[in-house]
């Protein structure tokens, strides 16, 4: 491998003592003497053999940096020595001295693996000089050793990491064909190595990719412009059974690649590419499930509010330049509030989850649907014809409300409301046909719900009014703006009145005498509904206590009552308080609830009502019939009455022989030994077919509408008034 002349040469440069250690086999000692002092002076420890035999045995155990050879040796010859030291395996260089002049003996030796031969007589100085030599080599030698073992070592170590890296690691030729592949290939796309040796990197990317991998994965730049961070997706094997399971026939990975050039520092021609990948699959996918969360609905898996928004504004652009029409609908469910209050939550997100699958049934291609509250849809619905198309789609629509939603044994009616917006007539941003469409949705739900309605600009004014309500609403109270009417309740068997229900008006500034249809939803929104119950307590049971003073005492208070006030901790203290500030007991007051109400938080509802009705207190339940709840509830509460709603008196017409829905009301209240009160009776015909299904309280037009307080003093004074007029008064 090298060349012992160069050594030698270099050797000569340096006359420096070498040391080491030195073996001397020869059987002459006179000769062996006479080296001791120049082997001295050069620094080396000397170890004298002057046999074969010796010579070997102390070799066997030491090591030496030289050995110095007579090829005479009593026992052996030098050269018998020379093979048995090869057979030994060890490697310290031999240096022959012999008398043997002849080139055979030299030859011989070197044959043996002799490092260098010196013949007696010799120079001192070129047996110093071979020995130097010698010396040098194996040095030199034994460091190279050295190097390449650590040089494989850590071949070795590089081998390991690169193959058990998480990481893809490749590097490619000037072709682009692969070069080396790390065994982490097999796993991340099921190709092996073998396989991939040699083709071109191309086979695995994904086709969609390819155009984008160009340049990328046979990067030829080294500087601070090299391919980093650049997303790919690699081609996995499908379909082959030894290979694991792709769920995608892709991986997604990041690349990182640098060109290879031939010498350090780039300066020479362009040999490859070396590249990292790492896999990325699961951070896409975790990063895609976030992306569709962020813009979808978890209950219905519809598109949300912000998703929406996005395809409206991508709307807008596309009608600017088409110049096309579309719509935009709000719709929200009626009833559903009540189905989540009665049913609860579970029964009320499987009824969204019905309903957007109902509607998505009736959705072109096209046409988004998204969720963007509660109970709240908005509809984009593209390339119209005409707003009267919208409004076709909108019916077809709220058809798919119409049949029952079946909910595991309940089955529920809701029906919906509908605001529709058409651009750019109603709104030429995202932002305003939302609100336009809300808008008119509000108007909808104002005009008895269950519709749909295209927006206009008169609207507007009807909304403002009730948004700039809300804050009139607080200061009404203090403004002492509320009256309260009283409508009679009558015996029409006794012709008397039995009772007076207490109805608040709000006296407007403005508007004038607002309905309570119209505040009390808004009240019960906002929380105000529990003052004003309070109020409407007090001002009743003050009128109460002159009526009792006037010898009214058996006429029942009757007032209505939100689920709020029920819900309130001190809903009983507080009522009777109220009562008992003007002397009135409890037993003087019916208390009217919805079924709704019931519905709401039972367990404390019916503990309250019963605390109210343990004290004398009629409890009843109002517009019976409408709610939506089971009958069981009417045996768990203390009810002691049923107001059938007038919606169902209504339907007594004239010449009409049978009312079913009226005759089962009369006949649950019979059957659960309740009073029954029929509410909103106008017309004689009702009040006789009323009359005779057995129901003996009545309250409608037909007797007296809610009256100011001085003419309901003035109806309880001349009673027979009432039933004169109507019709009623037994003769
Ligand atoms: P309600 O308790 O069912 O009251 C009966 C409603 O029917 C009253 O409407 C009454 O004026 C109306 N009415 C009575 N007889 C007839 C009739 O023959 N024909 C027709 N078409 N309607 C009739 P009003 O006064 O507008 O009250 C509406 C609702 O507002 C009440 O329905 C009640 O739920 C609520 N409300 C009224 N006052 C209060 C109150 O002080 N507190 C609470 N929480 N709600 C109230
Ligand atoms: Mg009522
Ligand atoms: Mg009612």
Redesign the pocket.
């Given at each position: 491998m090298f060349d012992h002349h160069f050594f030698r040469d270099e050797a000569a440069e340096s006359s420096l003592p070498v040391g080491g250690k030195v073996l001397m086999v020869d059987d002459e000692p006179r000769f062996v003497e006479s080296l001791r002092p120049l082997l001295s002076l050069k620094g080396f420890d000397q170890q004298i053999c002057n046999s074969g035999k010796n010579a070997l045995s102390l070799l066997k155990r030491e090591k030496f940096d030289l050995i110095l050879l007579d090829l005479n040796l009593g026992d052996m010859t030098g050269h018998d020595v020379m093979e048995q030291i090869k057979l030994l395996g060890i490697e310290t260089p031999v240096i022959v001295i012999s008398g043997d002049n002849s080139i055979d003996a030299a030859i011989d030796a070197l044959r043996n693996g002799v490092y260098d031969f010196v013949r007696k007589p010799f120079e001192p100085e070129q047996l110093i000089r071979a020995i130097e030599n010698a010396v040098y080599k194996t040095r030199l030698e034994r460091a190279n050793q050295e190097i390449h073992e650590k040089l494989e070592q850590s071949r070795n170590v590089y081998r390991y990491l690169v193959d058990s890296s998480p990481d893809l690691i490749y590097t490619l030729d000037e072709n682009g064909c692969f070069t080396f592949v790390n065994e982490r290939v097999e796993m991340l796309v099921g190709y092996t190595k073998e396989e991939l040796l040699g083709k071109h990197y191309s086979a695995l990317v994904y086709e969609e990719d390819i155009d984008r991998a160009k340049y990328v994965f046979n990067e030829r730049r080294t500087d601070h412009r090299t391919t980093h961070n650049i997303e790919l997706r690699l081609k996995c094997r499908l379909g082959d059974e030894q290979f694991r399971h792709f769920e995608n026939n892709f991986v997604t990975i990041v690349l990182k690649s640098k060109g290879l050039y031939d010498s350090h520092g780039g300066g020479g021609p362009f040999i490859g590419t070396y590249g990292v990948a790492r896999d990325i699959s699961d951070r896409k996918k975790a990063e895609e499930l976030i992306h569709y969360q962020a813009y979808h609905d978890a209950l219905t898996d519809l598109p949300n509010r912000t998703l929406f928004k996005d395809r409206l504004g991508l709307a807008v652009e596309q009608a600017k330049r088409s110049n096309e029409q579309f719509a935009v609908m709000f719709l929200d469910l009626d009833r559903f509030k009540l189905v989540n209050d009665s049913l609860g939550h579970h029964f009320g997100d499987e009824l969204l989850k019905i309903v957007s699958t109902r509607l998505k049934k009736v959705l072109r291609k096209g046409d988004t649907l998204a969720r963007v509250g509660g109970d709240e849809f908005n509809l984009l619905l593209p390339k119209l014809k005409s707003p009267d198309h919208a409004r076709k789609l909108a019916a077809k629509f709220l058809d798919q409300l119409v049949s029952p939603f079946k909910l595991e044994e309940h089955e529920a009616y809701i029906s919906g409301s509908i605001g529709i917006a058409i651009y750019p007539d109603h709104g030429e941003t995202p932002e305003a046909l939302i609100k336009s469409a809300d808008i008119a949705m509000y108007h909808v739900k104002w005009e008895g719900k269950n519709g749909c309605m295209l927006y206009n600009k008169n609207m507007n004014e009807v909304f403002h009014r009730k948004l700039s309500m809300e804050n009139e609403l607080r200061r009404a109270l203090d403004a002492d703006q509320f009256i309260?009417?009283y409508?009679p309740q009558v015996d029409v068997i006794n012709s008397s009145i039995v009772g007076m229900?207490?109805?608040?008006?709000w006296q407007h500034p403005e508007y004038g005498l607002v309905?309570?249809?119209e505040f009390?939803p808004l009240?019960?929104e906002t929380g105000l509904?529990v003052r004003?119950?309070e109020w409407?307590l007090k001002k009743s049971s003050e009128q109460f206590r002159l009526w009792h003073d006037m010898g009214f005492g058996h006429v029942r208070l009757?007032?209505?009552?939100?689920p709020q006030?029920v819900e309130r901790k001190d809903f009983v203290g507080m009522v009777k308080k109220q009562l008992g500030l003007n002397g009135i007991g409890l037993d003087g007051l019916e208390v009217?609830i919805?079924e709704s109400t019931l519905m709401r938080d039972m367990e404390n509802s019916i503990s309250k009502l019963k605390a109210l009705a343990n004290g004398g207190s009629k409890i009843a339940v109002?517009?019976f019939g409408t709610g939506y709840s089971s009958l069981s509830y009417l045996k768990r509460f203390p009810i002691n009455t049923i107001?059938i709603?007038?919606s169902f008196?209504?339907d007594v017409t004239d010449g009409m022989s049978e009312v079913p829905i009226v005759t089962a009301i009369t006949a649950i209240a019979d059957g659960f030994k309740m009073r029954l009160i029929a509410?909103?009776?106008?017309t004689s015909e009702q009040m006789e077919y009323l009359k005779s299904r057995g129901c003996q309280v009545m309250?409608?037009?037909?007797f007296?509408?809610?009256l100011s307080t001085i003419e309901a003093t003035n109806a309880l004074l001349n009673q027979q008034n009432l039933f004169i007029r109507s019709g009623s008064a037994i003769h």
């Open positions: 309260l009417y409508q229900e207490a109805l608040i008006r309905p309570p249809n009390i009240a019960e509904i004003i119950t409407v009757s007032l209505n009552f939100s006030d009217e919805t109002d517009d107001k709603d007038k008196v209504h509410e909103g009776v106008e309250q409608g037009f037909l007296s509408r809610p």
